[in-house]
């Protein structure tokens, strides 16, 4: 099982990504992020190393994320064991969760305040909920020192 998260702060334009998973060679595939273009997850029970390069090209290219991810899983026959999570350049997200992957699977999409944004994709819905108020509980500490 993988476990990613996504943030981008409006304000500093920054991105940033982790993820957790149960398979080491799984895990160096599954973030993927450009200045220029945003950042994504792609991860699920058969996942594409393809996917999250192909989506920064896209969302680089200026597509928003919901486009990109049209235009990433569209031909994929694959497509329903995957799951992808993006940020583009503007701070817009989108998540396709594959209806294939574990029945173990949830996504968060969460705005925490004026100036940050969590995108959670992957793992057990109690322990994306909870690492998502940890989170906003962590931000709200930082942007108040």
Do not use: H
């Not at 569209?74 to 701070?91: P, T």
């Not at 817009?92 to 029945?103: L, M, P, Q």
């Amino acid at each position: 099982m993988t476990f990613s998260i996504l943030a981008y702060d409006p304000i500093t334009e920054s991105y940033g990504g982790a993820s957790a998973t149960g398979n080491i060679c799984v895990g160096g595939l599954v973030l993927r992020g450009n200045p220029l273009s945003g950042v994504s997850a792609s991860q699920g029970s058969e996942p594409s190393t393809l996917w999250g390069e192909n989506i920064l090209k896209y969302t680089g290219d200026g597509l928003d994320a919901e486009a990109a991810i049209y235009k990433t899983i569209r031909k994929d026959k694959g497509k329903e064991r995957r799951q992808l999570s993006v940020i583009d350049k503007k701070g817009n997200s989108s998540v396709f969760s594959g209806k294939e992957n574990s029945s173990i699977i949830d996504e968060i999409i969460d705005i925490i305040g004026p100036n940050a944004r969590i995108y959670c994709t992957g793992g057990e819905p109690s322990l994306v909920k909870k690492t998502t108020k940890l989170l906003e509980v962590l931000l709200k500490v930082i942007t108040t020192m």
